[in-house]
């Protein structure tokens, strides 16, 4: 796999976190808002916690199709996974929130298990049928 490969994963894996991060604090400074009440919305897409964290999960939309567009889901999702550590890092230690060993255990248990899958290739092939003879074949990544 390439380094700009490897650099799109990163930005995937970073943008995600640190974008749900900054909404996450904007909704804090703002408290609860009611959807039907229109003007509260608009209220909080003017806080600039709200901004940076949109602006940064677009940030994410395009490096995620950028690496769907060269790799499976099964692959560009799991390779993504340390993003739930970022959060919960960032969650702990920015936003004050109380992780529970049990929940820390969970996050290791869910990053380690999706880096397993992630040792596969990065775009499989569908099946395929072997000329007239009903056998399936499947067919090498790409590079």
């Known amino acids: 796999m390439s380094i700009r490969k490897y650099l799109v994963l990163l930005c995937v894996m970073c943008f995600a976190p640190m974008g749900d991060f900054f909404l996450s604090r904007g909704m804090k400074q703002i ?6 009440h229109g003007q509260q919305v608009f209220f909080a897409l003017a806080n600039p916690s709200i901004i940076v964290g949109i602006a940064l999960l677009i940030g994410f939309f395009v490096s995620y199709s950028d690496a769907l567009s060269w790799a499976d889901i099964s692959y560009v999702l799991p390779a993504t996974a340390l993003g739930n550590v970022i959060m919960a890092l960032l969650a702990r230690f920015f936003l004050h ?8 255990l969970g996050i290791i248990l869910i990053t380690c298990g999706v880096g397993w899958v992630t040792r596969g290739p990065e775009r499989t092939e569908p099946l395929t049928v ?3 003879l009903g056998v399936g074949k499947e067919r090498h990544e790409h590079a």
Do not use: F, T, V, Y
Not at 97 to 104: A, D, T, Y
């Open 31 to 36: 408290g609860p808002i009611d959807l039907h």
């Open 97 to 104: 929130e109380q992780i529970s060993p049990l929940r820390w």
């Open 130 to 132: 072997n000329a007239g």
